[in-house]
């Protein structure tokens, strides 16, 4: 057996290739396997391994495991994670309130505040809203949704149904007294046989005016639910309105008020943001962003892909897919971590972009995206809300 790395501690937690042969039946045998494993579960799957007839040729650290290193190897490819049994990276939350106001019963809302997100000269219309909820029992942890029944009725007289929105504020609320709940919203416009048709609720939340009552219905959602540990690292990837529930990761992490508000959570691992916006002035909550950086510079990168603005390598627009492709190594590096965590939000057209970009970035590492996205899904690393 080839181990080429140098010190195992038992703290570790980096992630190793094992180079397997003789698993499965016939001719697959002999085809090497790649296995990805942690630390933690690196003897149990080299016993489980040769229990079943595998014979271990290498244990490899994954950022080791590049194509030089695996260039013998021509079947290189990731197979499902062999401890099979291994408990999930649990975002380690007891207690997620969920569905504590149904459609039938509402909570009813009030509008607080309403402002553009926008600078001038941006394209479309995206608000901040805040909405009061005293008076009530509606909680709810970062990166949850809730639902909104706009006013009124469809085209066959019935009520609105309920519209889905990410929450953007952290559970203590933008003013941190624990009683608001925001939400950042894109009005849909699109064209239809010469004509503007606007979205029903994303129009009706942007045209609300402080002081109306809302129908809340929810929360819902555990896939975007951020890690308890305040050492785990972060990779955010969010186009447009898709930054609503990284706002709330950022806020939890860095904004003083929340930090003095969390003492068990007190972050400190490695959280990058990358943001995909047309133009400048549709960056959204810019300035926080910016100003998490200059604060805490060792613990927060902010990375922008702005498409109408920036070129990419081949002269083309720069989409967040380009910055990905770009920081590939170190995104990858960061992956072999079992404490990061990937979140996608936005627009469901950013998912091809992003597929694209992380397939060619394993493959500088010899490892089949397709095959590593489920083990990460598995483990609950890799978290994805596209709408
Ligand atoms: P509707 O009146 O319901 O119109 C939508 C329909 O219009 C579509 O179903 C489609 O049939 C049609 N349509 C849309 N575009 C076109 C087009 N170009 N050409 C032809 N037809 C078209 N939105 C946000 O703004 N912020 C968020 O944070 C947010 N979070 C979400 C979280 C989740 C989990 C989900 C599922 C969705 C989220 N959304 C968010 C989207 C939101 O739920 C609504 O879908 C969105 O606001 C549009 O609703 P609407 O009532 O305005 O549009």
């Known amino acids: 057996m080839r181990v080429t790395t140098a010190s195992y501690r038992q703290s570790d937690t980096r992630t190793f290739t094992l180079v397997v042969v003789g698993l499965g039946i016939g001719k697959q045998r002999q085809a090497e396997k790649h296995f990805i494993v942690p630390f933690s579960q690196l003897q149990a799957s080299i016993r489980l391994i040769t229990s079943k007839g595998g014979k271990i ?3 490899i650290p994954y950022s080791e495991a590049t194509p030089a290193t695996t260039s013998n190897v021509p079947s290189a490819s990731v197979t499902t994670p062999v401890n099979q049994s291994a408990p ?9 309130p969920v569905n504590l106001y149904k459609p039938k019963d509402p909570f009813i809302g009030t509008v607080l505040e309403n402002y553009s997100l926008l600078a001038p000269g941006a394209i479309g219309r995206v608000n901040h809203i805040i909405f009061d909820l005293s008076g009530g029992n509606l909680r709810y942890v970062e990166g949850q949704s809730i639902g909104i029944i ?18 953007a504020s952290t559970r203590h609320g933008d003013d941190l007294k624990d009683n608001t709940i925001s939400l950042c919203v894109r009005q849909l416009q ?3 046989d010469g004509e503007t048709i ?4 994303s129009t009706f939340l942007c045209d609300i005016k402080p002081g109306a009552k809302i129908k809340i219905t929810g929360p819902v959602g555990k896939e975007m639910l951020l890690p308890a540990d305040e050492t785990a690292n972060v990779i955010m990837l969010a186009t447009g309105t898709g930054i609503a529930p990284m706002r709330t990761y950022l806020r939890r992490m860095f904004e003083p008020g929340e930090r003095a508000k969390n003492p068990e959570y007190q972050f400190r691992g490695k959280a990058w943001l990358f943001m995909g916006a047309p133009t400048t002035a549709n960056l959204l909550y810019d300035d926080d962003f910016n100003r998490y950086q200059s604060e805490f510079p060792d613990n927060f990168r902010y990375t922008k892909a702005i498409s109408r603005e920036q070129t990419n390598p081949s002269g083309g627009r720069m989409y967040i897919q380009d910055r990905v492709t770009e920081y590939a190594q170190e995104i990858f590096r960061m992956i072999e971590d079992p404490k990061t965590h990937v979140y996608m939000c936005g627009l469901r057209g950013m998912e091809p972009g992003i597929d694209k970009a992380m397939t060619e970035a394993a493959a500088t590492k010899g490892l089949d995206w397709s095959e590593l996205r489920p083990q990460l899904k598995k483990a609950e690393r890799w978290h994805v809300e596209t709408y």
């Open 88 to 96: 999930p990276a649990k975002s380690g939350h007891a207690d997620v």
């Open 57 to 59: 040729k290498a244990v």
């Open 190 to 192: 699109y064209e239809k």
């Open 198 to 201: 606007n979205g029903v609720c």
């Open 150 to 167: 706009p006013d009124g009725t469809d085209a066959s007289g019935k009520p609105h149904k309920l519209r889905l929105y990410s929450i």
